[in-house]
């Protein structure tokens, strides 16, 4: 890994939001525990990603996404198997929202993202759903004050973080 | 305490059906829940809480907050949600910077979080009123063969979640059991039905369902059970896909653990809207003289 920068910064900032990322003394268990890891033969793996965050390599981790933190199924057995109580999938959300900042990240991330913003829930109810829920004698589903749902979001500066482009009030960010 | 329902945006968007067999099932066993109307997405631990903490944190809080001002426990119907409510819980009652900052945030919406309430999974509930169960059940499944999928989110982390077991889970199993139906074993019982990758790699997801699905072929199962409406649509929708990409055969009915518990207490397949499911369930149901 001679090439590559190390910023000590980034580790800096990581642990200053989940201190367990010390706590990682790279036994591999994580990895052995990992469905996707066995799946991809290696190549998506868990304590590599610990390692690099460790040694502060953000642009392998945040711009080259080697390994893909997207590929992480947030399944926690790692979490559950790791002997030093390492929060693996909460770094990997660190790491998620860093990547976020960079508008280089999954679409269909976005799209949730987006449809939150404008119903306040990531699934917007059709025509057919709706008659449907009428058949099986089910309520209509009034939804939350979206205007309170958006006041909290501005609040924490969501429509800045995340890619809104082309989505807002289009309708576009129903799934 | 009473409860009042958390439907999440999946089961009432996507999968009312699920919806009903809940509501016929706690109200069939005297369970008094009630609705809530105002929660917004919880938001998805696997989605929102990845583009950004802070929202996924104040959002959460947001939802608890309605059910503390009712004084009303959460009764969940989606793991999902069940884990995010419970790890907000976990973060805000744990760190009292968090808490501040985040009682700040919803301040402005005249809200307040104080963390006094329970956040309960639908199936620990259905678990806790066993008796109950047993007392009204009309039509036992007799001979039906269940292969139960807890997922990952009923589990983990064990530290958040607090309960069943995380590596050998069994109150599915004991519920399925109570209604006189046979749960099987089988060897990735604990193991993620790959649903959430289907935002990053669709192969991969498939992969993993593919994986779960050879497990429990492997078992003898005449069907499978799950608690989370993510679980249920990628064992429902997509067992086709799977079968098209690796020449499988697959055709495992999926049953909600509320729909087999609402078919022992004696309600028939279309109040359930049982046709509503992509895998037939007519065989099982026959199978059952239903
Ligand atoms: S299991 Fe824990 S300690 Fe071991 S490598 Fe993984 S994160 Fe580090
Ligand atoms: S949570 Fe992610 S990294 Fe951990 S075992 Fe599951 S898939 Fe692997
Ligand atoms: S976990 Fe899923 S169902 Fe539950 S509220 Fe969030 S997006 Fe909706
Ligand atoms: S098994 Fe899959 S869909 Fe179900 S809880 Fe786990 S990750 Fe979510």
Same mark, same amino acid.
């Given at each position: 890994?001679?090439?590559?920068?190390?910023?000590?910064?980034?580790?800096?900032?990581?642990?200053?939001?989940?201190?367990?990322? *010390?706590?990682?003394? &790279?036994? +591999?268990?994580?990895?052995? =525990?990992?469905?996707?890891?066995?799946?991809?033969?290696? $190549? @998506?793996?868990?304590?590599?990603?610990?390692?690099?965050?460790?040694?502060?390599?953000?642009?392998?981790?945040?711009?080259?996404?080697?390994?893909?933190?997207?590929?992480?199924?947030?399944?926690?057995?790692?979490?559950?198997?790791?002997?030093?109580?390492?929060?693996?999938?909460?770094?990997?959300?660190?790491?998620? *929202?860093?990547?976020? &900042?960079? +508008?280089?990240?999954?679409? =269909?991330?976005?799209?949730?993202?987006?449809?939150?913003? $404008? @119903?306040?829930?990531?699934?917007?109810?059709?025509?057919?759903?709706?008659?449907?829920?009428?058949?099986?004698?089910?309520?209509?589903?009034?939804?939350?004050?979206?205007?309170?749902?958006?006041?909290?979001?501005?609040?924490?500066?969501?429509?800045?973080?995340?890619?809104?482009?082309?989505?807002?009030?289009?309708?576009?960010?129903?799934? | 305490?009473?409860?009042?329902?958390?439907?999440?945006?999946?089961?009432?968007?996507?999968?009312?059906?699920?919806?009903?067999?809940?509501?016929?099932?706690?109200?069939?066993?005297?369970?008094?829940?009630?609705?809530?109307?105002?929660?917004?997405?919880?938001?998805?631990?696997?989605?929102?809480?990845?583009?950004?903490?802070?929202?996924?944190?104040?959002?959460?809080?947001?939802?608890?907050?309605?059910?503390?001002?009712?004084?009303?426990?959460?009764?969940?119907?989606?793991?999902?949600?069940?884990?995010?409510?419970?790890?907000?819980?976990?973060?805000?009652?744990?760190?009292?910077?968090?808490?501040?900052?985040?009682?700040?945030?919803?301040?402005?919406?005249?809200?307040?979080?104080?963390?006094?309430?329970?956040?309960?999974?639908?199936?620990?509930?259905?678990?806790?009123?066993?008796?109950?169960?047993?007392?009204?059940?009309?039509?036992?499944?007799?001979?039906?063969?269940?292969?139960?999928?807890?997922?990952?989110?009923?589990?983990?982390?064990?530290?958040?979640?607090?309960?069943?077991?995380?590596?050998?889970?069994?109150?599915?199993?004991?519920?399925?059991?109570?209604?006189?139906?046979?749960?099987?074993?089988?060897?990735?019982?604990?193991?993620?039905?790959?649903?959430?990758?289907?935002?990053?790699?669709?192969?991969?997801?498939?992969?993993?369902?593919?994986?779960?699905?050879?497990?429990?072929?492997?078992?003898?199962?005449?069907?499978?059970?799950?608690?989370?409406?993510?679980?249920?649509?990628?064992?429902?929708?997509?067992?086709?896909?799977?079968?098209?990409?690796?020449?499988?055969?697959?055709?495992?009915?999926?049953?909600?653990?509320?729909?087999?518990?609402?078919?022992?207490?004696?309600?028939?397949?279309?109040?359930?809207?049982?046709?509503?499911?992509?895998?037939?369930?007519?065989?099982?149901?026959?199978?059952?003289?239903?």
């Amino acid at each position: 890994m001679g090439m590559l920068k190390v910023d000590f910064e980034f580790r800096k900032e990581i642990v200053k939001e989940d201190f367990s990322l *010390n706590y990682c003394y &790279q036994c +591999g268990t994580c990895s052995s =525990a990992c469905p996707v890891a066995l799946a991809t033969e290696g $190549e @998506y793996n868990p304590r590599k990603i610990i390692e690099e965050s460790l040694l502060g390599l953000k642009e392998l981790l945040i711009k080259d996404q080697k390994p893909n933190v997207w590929l992480c199924s947030t399944c926690q057995m790692c979490v559950e198997e790791c002997p030093q109580n390492v929060f693996l999938t909460e770094i990997f959300d660190i790491l998620k *929202n860093k990547i976020v &900042q960079t +508008g280089n990240y999954p679409e =269909a991330y976005n799209i949730q993202g987006n449809a939150i913003l $404008e @119903y306040g829930l990531a699934i917007l109810l059709t025509t057919p759903i709706i008659r449907r829920r009428e058949q099986l004698g089910l309520p209509i589903v009034e939804s939350a004050n979206i205007e309170e749902i958006r006041k909290l979001l501005v609040a924490t500066d969501f429509e800045k973080k995340i890619n809104t482009n082309g989505y807002s009030k289009t309708g576009k960010g129903e799934k | 305490m009473t409860y009042k329902y958390f439907f999440g945006c999946v089961i009432p968007g996507r999968l009312p059906f699920l919806e009903a067999s809940a509501r016929k099932t706690f109200e069939k066993l005297g369970i008094d829940v009630s609705d809530q109307t105002q929660y917004s997405c919880c938001p998805d631990p696997t989605g929102v809480a990845a583009l950004d903490h802070k929202s996924w944190l104040a959002l959460g809080a947001r939802n608890l907050s309605l059910y503390e001002n009712d004084n009303s426990d959460v009764l969940s119907l989606c793991s999902g949600c069940t884990e995010t409510l419970k790890s907000v819980q976990h973060i805000l009652n744990n760190e009292p910077e968090e808490k501040e900052e985040i009682n700040s945030i919803l301040k402005k919406i005249g809200k307040n979080y104080q963390g006094n309430i329970n956040v309960k999974h639908f199936a620990q509930v259905l678990y806790e009123n066993l008796d109950a169960i047993k007392e009204n059940v009309v039509k036992p499944l007799t001979d039906l063969k269940v292969a139960c999928h807890p997922g990952c989110h009923y589990l983990r982390p064990s530290e958040i979640i607090q309960w069943d077991d995380p590596f050998e889970p069994i109150t599915l199993d004991v519920i399925v059991e109570a209604l006189g139906a046979e749960p099987v074993d089988y060897e990735l019982k604990k193991d993620c039905c790959g649903n959430p990758l289907e935002k990053s790699d669709k192969n991969l997801s498939l992969k993993l369902l593919q994986n779960k699905l050879e497990s429990i072929k492997n078992s003898g199962a005449d069907c499978l059970v799950c608690v989370c409406p993510a679980c249920y649509q990628q064992f429902d929708f997509n067992q086709r896909e799977v079968n098209k990409r690796y020449n499988t055969d697959y055709n495992f009915p999926v049953f909600y653990v509320t729909e087999l518990v609402a078919l022992a207490l004696g309600f028939n397949a279309d109040e359930l809207g049982l046709k509503f499911h992509r895998i037939r369930v007519s065989d099982i149901l026959q199978k059952l003289n239903v």
